[in-house]
């Protein structure tokens, strides 16, 4: 799996549980590098500087 994100999966919708939003991942197979590009989530995401 590609995502650092993925802490499980949901039988019901087919789709991988992610630990940001704590909702259904939005890609088929989760993939961290593409979430963060996309939508600046995610432990790929750029640091902002804020802690």
Do not use: H, Q
């Not at 549980?17 to 590009?37: L, N, Q, Y």
Request: charged share 25%.
């Amino acid at each position: 799996m590609a995502c650092k994100a993925t802490w499980g999966y949901n039988p019901e919708t087919n789709r991988f549980i992610c630990k940001v939003t704590g909702d259904d991942c939005v890609f088929m197979r989760p993939d961290s590098a593409a979430c963060a590009e996309l939508y600046g989530e995610g432990p790929d995401a750029a640091d902002d500087g804020e802690a």
